[in-house]
């Protein structure tokens, strides 16, 4: 099966699996030994910390601006956004970054809670815009850090505020059973397979509960490995039609991809 993964970092310092940070030769060979035959690129977002000025914030997106540039036909870019910084700086830098062809998301990492009220400007940009937003989510069980980190209870909040953003929460290992049923009952809540090794039964019981056609593949490479991440989904007693929902359709179906 074709796949494409919304959920990775190819310029990613911290990591040294492709090599130098821009070498993308070997980023598209990595893919395609496993079928991906398209990228959507997130960003080196922690380069600087969980809360980057917006110099920084440039650096960041200037290094997916890069990616996009020089492999359109393979990588699709996310704008990286500090909702912290202001309605202004958000909407700025992501117009800044539509002047490249091939942007066609959000990212969010942990300047905040998906709950925090400056959440609106990020709304604001993606109503603007036409754009999801992939916010990153984590169980906050065991991670006493609700200041910055998303609980799938966080994600599923902000999602209901704004029932006309296409939301995604991402790692569905992250999440858990209990970030999936957060998740139930929100038609523009999407949940992404990302995040830790796979557990038994958790993607049949997302597909049951959310529907195979609100779940996206999702790697997170470098910092996970596309065999496994992939295999996650390739074993379960999904159906044939389910796994090509996951893997290629949704995605292509959410981001408009005309991939041949």
Same mark, same amino acid.
């Given at each position: 099966?074709r ?7 190819p ?10 940070? =821009? ?8 893919g ?19 809360n ?5 914030l ?21 704008? !990286? ?7 202004? *700086?958000?909407?700025?830098? =992501?117009?800044?970054?539509? @002047? ?8 969010l990492?942990? *300047?905040?809670n ?46 209901r ?7 995604i ?14 998740? @139930? ?11 830790? !090794?796979?557990?038994? !039964?958790?993607?049949?019981? *997302? *597909? ?10 999702g ?17 379960? @007693? ?8 996951i ?14």
């Amino acid at each position: 099966m074709r796949v494409i993964d919304i959920h990775t970092h190819p310029v990613f310092r911290g990591l040294n699996l492709f090599g130098r940070p =821009t070498d993308l030769n070997r980023v598209i060979a990595h893919g395609r030994r496993h079928n991906v035959v398209h990228m959507i690129v997130l960003g080196d977002v922690l380069l600087f910390g969980v809360n980057p000025n917006i110099e920084q914030l440039r650096k960041i997106n200037n290094d997916t601006i890069k990616v996009v540039k020089a492999r359109p036909d393979y990588f699709t870019g996310f704008v !990286y956004l500090n909702p912290l910084l202001g309605e202004r *700086a958000t909407l700025a830098e =992501t117009e800044r970054c539509l @002047k490249t062809p091939g942007f066609r998301g959000i990212k969010l990492e942990v *300047a905040n809670n998906a709950a925090h009220p400056a959440m609106r400007h990020v709304a604001k940009a993606a109503r603007t815009f036409n754009l999801p937003v992939l916010q990153h989510s984590w169980s906050t069980t065991n991670i006493k850090d609700r200041k910055h980190q998303s609980d799938p209870v966080d994600t599923a909040l902000f999602a209901r505020r704004n029932p006309e953003v296409k939301v995604i929460m991402a790692h569905l290992t992250g999440i858990g059973f209990r970030g999936v049923l957060e998740a @139930k009952g929100l038609p523009n809540l999407y949940i992404d397979t990302s995040g830790g !090794y796979p557990e038994e !039964y958790l993607l049949e019981f *997302a *597909a049951e509960h959310i529907g195979a056609d609100h779940i996206l593949y999702g790697s997170d490479v470098p910092i996970r490995e596309n065999s496994c991440t992939i295999g996650r989904i390739i074993g379960t @007693k999904l159906s044939a039609a389910d796994k090509h929902r996951i893997l290629f359709g949704n995605a292509a179906r959410l981001l408009n991809l005309k991939l041949t």
